[in-house]
């Protein structure tokens, strides 16, 4: 007997088995593409291979690169940090577990690892995306609070820096398992290239999930920054006010920092949820494939651009990655930056106003009325100008 499914032939004979299984796991992988005009033509799927391949290979040198320099200088062992370090973390497991699988299927022009590694891979770039989502929103509170709230910081107490990694962890994970309990599901998106949840589904639970992922995932941490941000931005310019050639700057600085960190927030994210709010209460078709591309490669791009604005735009950090590169260690790069500023220190400059606004790495030691600088265990030097008595300045103790 000969019959036909989804228009390929088999045959119950022996001899046509292989033939058989062949013909519907073509069936089923096929299923992964879209057929028809909205289909992605192979030059398209060649643009996107390049430019998965080139957030690929860039994100995980920029992520290896930030976890080197943070394993090499103790000095930027702060809980602080730490947010910053779980952020990279998530950004270099996305660029293993996730980009090089869509790398693949965009070279090859379909899905490559079935049913269950579509699955996977929409469940592991939801979470770890989540995680940074979530660590970006925390770290701009964290600064809020520390900059504005705190009167004395200990930088070696980490038990608060640990319960916001981990629980920005749990609670992706509060938002990434529900399709495997029947709250929406995840399967192919656009092309077929990638998967993800599925937001072209009409029920009602998926549609709940839908508007949950965009309020309490995407949303919500956006309000967060713009809101811890916008409170350290007053509070500069008030403090401007009073010693304005202090502050400029020092204005300018962060002004610039916190515009390029809700910036790439934006641009990485935002399209990616407006196009999944799109595809699940626009009609049916409006977000083709090819569009749909667009903002799931931009969210991974995320991942390269993340380490540039928090690590590399970082003065402490970015000191500690020059001595990284001309393969100094931290006694050296902290000797070769005070001889540069020993004529600096001759004459004070006009910094009190912010070295009260912003004593983050400040603490009183027993017996003394000065406020000391705080190194780590074995007096550990740092990878900055942190021993300069009168310039305590915002972009070096603070480190936005």
């Known amino acids: 007997m000969v019959g036909n499914i989804r228009g390929y032939n088999f045959s119950t004979t022996d001899s046509a088995i292989p033939l058989s299984n062949l013909s519907i796991n073509a069936s089923v992988r096929d299923s992964y593409a879209p057929h028809g005009p909205a289909a992605m033509s192979r030059t398209g799927h060649t643009i996107v291979a390049v430019c ?10 920029n992520n290896i690169l930030v976890l080197l320099i943070f394993a090499k200088f103790r000095s930027l062992w702060t809980p602080i940090n730490l947010i910053l370090l779980n952020i990279s973390v998530s950004d270099i497991l996305v660029c293993v577990f996730g980009t090089p699988f869509s790398f693949a299927a965009s070279l090859y022009g379909r899905w490559l690892i079935g049913d269950f590694g579509c699955k996977w891979y929409g469940f592991a770039n939801s979470l770890f995306g989540i995680v940074s989502l979530v660590s970006l929103s925390v770290l701009s509170y964290e600064r809020y609070t520390t900059v504005l709230r705190s009167t004395q910081i200990d930088i070696s107490d980490f038990r608060k820096a640990w319960l916001c990694v981990g629980g920005s962890w749990l609670y992706s994970l509060f938002w990434t398992l529900p399709p495997f309990l029947g709250w929406s599901s995840y399967g192919p998106e656009g092309p077929g290239t990638s998967c993800s949840v599925q937001w072209h589904l009409r029920s009602a639970t998926s549609v709940s999930y839908v508007l949950c992922l965009f309020i309490f995932c995407l949303l919500l941490p956006l309000l967060l920054m713009v809101y811890s941000y916008g409170r350290i931005l007053v509070a500069i310019r008030g403090v401007g006010k009073i010693n304005l050639l202090a502050a400029q700057r020092r204005e300018q600085h962060i002004l610039m920092m916190v515009s390029s960190m809700v910036s790439c927030y934006l641009l990485c994210w935002m399209p990616y949820g407006i196009m999944a709010l799109l595809a699940t209460f626009g009609r049916s078709g409006l977000v083709t494939p090819t569009a749909s591309v667009v903002p799931s490669v931009l969210a991974k791009f995320s991942t390269v651009v993340n380490p540039v604005i928090y690590m ?9 990655f020059v001595a990284f590169m001309k393969c100094r260690g931290e006694s050296q790069s902290v000797h070769g930056i005070n001889t540069q500023q020993s004529s600096r220190e001759e004459q004070p400059t006009p910094g009190a106003q912010f070295s009260r606004l912003f004593p983050v790495h400040r603490r009183s030691l027993p017996g003394s009325t000065q406020p000391q600088i705080f190194s780590s265990p074995g007096h550990t030097p740092h990878c900055g100008p942190q021993r300069d008595r009168h310039n305590l300045s915002l972009v070096v103790y603070y480190s936005p």
Not at 52 to 61: D, H, P, Y
Request: hydrophobic share 60%.
């Open 52 to 61: 998965l391949g080139f957030i690929l290979v860039v994100g995980i040198f």
């Open 312 to 320: 590399f735009f970082n003065n402490q950090f970015y000191r500690c």
